[in-house]
C-alpha cells in the first residue's frame, strides 16, 4: 500500500479543534483510495515555547522535513503576546518553519460555494462568479527583513521620553520576485490565463524592481493577460468588483493584508485555505489564526483546514481525484445547509447549525469507498 507520512502541527487556539477534523478527511480519503497516512505531531508556537522554551523545536523542523507533507493548523494568542523583542513568540515558529523549507508561494484559492452566496457581507451579485488565487510571496519582504529596536536622542524628539526607536527593512531580491511571478503565470496558464500583480510602485522601490521582473517574466508568457494594480486601489477593487481577478501575484505583507479582505467574498475567514509551497516539502494551512476568542468552544470552522487537506492531496501527492472528492464533499454538505456559526446567516434553520467536529464528520462521510 502507498502510504504518506504527514507531519501535523495542531499549534494554539482552535488549531487542535480543526486539525482533528483534517485528519478525519484525511483517513477517509485513504480509506476510499486504499492509501495509508501516518501522522507525526509536532510542538510549533506557544505551545512549543510552553514545552520547549522556543517557537520551533528542532525537532520539529526535522519532523517536518522528514515527512512527505506537513498539515499545520494555527499558532499564537494572547498568552504569548508581549511588545518584548527579547521574548519568543509563536508566530515565529511558523516563520521560521517557511523560511527553513523555502515556501517562497503561498497560494490562497477564494472559491465561491454557491450555497453560501448569502453568507458574504458584501451583495450576491457583488460575489457572484468570483474565483481568484492570491499567490503571495512568503519568505521576504518585510517579514524577513533586517529589523532593530533601539534607544537614542533622535528618538526622544523635542518632548523628551524614552528614546526608542525600531525599524523593519522591506527588501527583495530579483531572483525572489522572479520565481513568484513564473508561479503565478504557470498557474494562471491553468485557469483563465490573467495575471493582475499588486504592488505600490508609486511609492516603493522595491515595488519598481518587482513590476520591472514582472514584466521580464511576462514576455515568457504571452498567452497570460498581465495587468499592474497599486494595492490600495486592489483593497478597493477586491470589494467592488472581485470577480474581475484571476490570479493575483503580490509580495508578503500585502498578500497577507488582501488574503484575510479577500476571505470574506467566500463568506468567513474560517473557509480560505492555503498551500505554502517550494521546492521540497510543502505546508498546508488555513489561512487564518488561532481563533483565540473561540478557541476551546468546539464552534471553529474547519472547512479552512479541511480544503488545505484538499490541497494536499491535489499538489503534494498527485491525488486529482481524492482531492475534488473533497471539494464535492464539502459542497455537499454547505448544499444541505450545514453551517458553523461564522458561515451561518439568517436562513440557516437552527438545527443545521453545527461545531466544529460535527462539521467535519458530515465532510468525512461523504467520502465512501466505491462498492
Ligand atoms: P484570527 O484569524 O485568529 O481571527 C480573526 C477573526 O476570525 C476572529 O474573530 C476569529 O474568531 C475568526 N475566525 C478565524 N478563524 C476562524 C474559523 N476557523 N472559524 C470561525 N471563525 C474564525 O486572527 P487574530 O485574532 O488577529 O489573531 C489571533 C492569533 O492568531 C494571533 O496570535 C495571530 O498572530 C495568530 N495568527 C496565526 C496565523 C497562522 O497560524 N497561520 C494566521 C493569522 C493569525
Ligand atoms: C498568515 C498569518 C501569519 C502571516 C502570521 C501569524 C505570522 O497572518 O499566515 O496569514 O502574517 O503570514
Ligand atoms: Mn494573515
Redesign the pocket.
Known amino acids: 500500500m502507498k502510504t504518506y507520512r504527514i507531519c501535523l502541527l495542531p ?1 494554539d ?2 488549531g487542535p479543534e ?1 486539525i482533528a477534523e483534517g485528519v478525519k478527511v484525511l483517513d477517509a480519503v485513504g480509506e476510499k483510495y486504499g492509501v495509508g497516512f501516518t501522522y507525526d505531531e509536532a510542538l510549533i508556537g506557544g505551545v512549543a515555547i510552553d514545552e520547549m522554551g522556543e517557537a520551533l523545536p528542532a525537532a520539529t523542523l526535522a519532523a517536518a522535513k522528514a515527512s512527505d507533507a506537513v498539515l ?1 493548523a ?4 494572547p498568552k504569548w ?1 508581549t511588545t518584548d523583542p527579547a521574548r519568543p513568540r ?2 515565529q515558529g ?1 516563520l521560521g518553519i517557511r523560511k527553513e523549507l523555502g515556501l517562497y508561494a503561498n497560494l490562497r484559492p477564494v472559491t465561491i460555494f454557491e450555497a453560501l452566496a448569502g453568507a458574504s457581507t458584501l451583495k450576491p451579485e457583488v460575489v457572484d462568479g468570483v474565483d481568484l488565487v492570491i499567490v503571495r510571496e512568503l519568505t521576504g519582504g518585510l517579514y524577513f527583513g533586517e529589523r532593530e529596536r533601539f534607544y537614542d536622542e533622535e528618538g526622544a524628539g523635542p518632548d523628551g521620553g524614552n528614546g526608542q526607536r525600531a525599524y523593519d527593512t522591506l527588501e527583495y531580491r530579483e531572483y525572489e520576485i522572479r520565481r513568484i511571478a513564473r508561479h503565478a503565470f504557470e498557474m494562471a496558464r491553468k485557469r483563465r490565463s490573467k495575471v493582475c500583480s499588486i504592488d505600490k510602485a508609486n511609492v516603493l522601490e522595491t515595488s519598481r524592481l518587482w513590476r520591472e521582473i514582472v514584466h521580464e517574466v511576462a514576455a515568457d508568457y504571452p498567452d497570460v493577460e498581465l495587468s499592474d494594480m497599486l494595492v490600495d486601489n486592489a483593497a478597493m477593487q477586491l470589494i467592488k468588483a472581485p470577480a474581475q481577478f484571476d490570479v493575483v501575484v503580490t509580495e508578503n505583507m500585502f498578500g497577507d493584508i488582501l488574503s484575510d479582505e479577500a476571505s470574506m467574498l467566500s463568506g ?3 473557509m480560505l485555505a492555503s498551500a505554502s509551497l517550494g521546492d521540497g516539502v510543502a505546508l498546508y ?10 478557541a476551546g468552544q468546539g464552534i ?3 472547512l ?1 483546514q479541511i480544503l488545505s487537506v484538499e490541497m494536499m492531496l491535489r499538489y503534494s501527492f498527485g491525488m486529482r481525484e481524492a482531492a475534488d472528492d473533497v471539494l464535492a464533499a464539502v459542497t455537499a454538505v454547505l448544499d444541505a445547509g450545514f453551517r ?3 458561515i451561518a446567516d439568517a436562513s440557516t434553520p437552527e438545527d443545521r447549525v453545527v461545531g466544529t467536529e460535527m462539521m467535519g464528520s458530515l465532510v468525512a462521510e461523504q467520502i465512501q469507498p466505491t462498492e
Open positions: 499549534g487556539g482552535i480543526i499545520l494555527a499558532v499564537g494568542g503576546d509563536p508566530e511558523l468567513s475567514l474560517g494551512e488555513p489561512s487564518h489564526g488561532s481563533a483565540p476568542d473561540i471553529a470552522n474547519p479552512a458553523t456559526g461564522d
